[in-house]
């Protein structure tokens, strides 16, 4: 029986995960909601994290080493992120899928992923 590729093989691969976090970043960055989050981070640094992570959770290889949800995210939760930034991110996110020509179960099942990450990422 063959083995179903895993998600990262599904979406792409590494150039289609660099092209994602690029284009969702700008997008991102251009969100009044979200871009004051971003204001003091280094975002080429914040760019390899989030495909070094993206890669990860998508099944492709590991060399994510950043820290955990909880963990990243306290700080920005203490300046008042919540359920409406967090549903803004996932937006942006499916957008991005979307213009990239991913398959529409593809981006259901990335959106899966990412909800999935709410409670940790809000520190509930």
């Not at 969100?31 to 981070?41: E, G, K, T």
């Not at 991913?102 to 709410?118: K, L, M, N, P, Q």
Request: charged share 25%.
């Amino acid at each position: 029986m063959l083995e179903k590729p895993s998600l990262f093989q599904r979406v792409g691969g590494a150039g289609a995960v660099d092209a994602a976090v690029d284009l969702f970043y700008r997008k991102v960055l251009k969100d009044p909601r979200l871009a004051p989050f971003f204001a003091d981070a280094n975002m080429e640094a914040q760019r390899q994290k989030q495909k070094a992570f993206l890669t990860m959770v998508f099944g492709g290889p590991n060399t994510y080493n950043g820290r955990d949800f909880r963990t990243a995210h306290a700080g920005l939760v203490a300046r008042g992120l919540g359920d409406v930034h967090f549903d803004a991110v996932a937006g942006h996110l499916k957008d991005t899928l979307t213009e990239l020509g991913c398959d529409a179960a593809v981006v259901g099942e990335v959106i899966g992923v990412a909800a999935s990450t709410r409670a940790d990422v809000l520190n509930r």
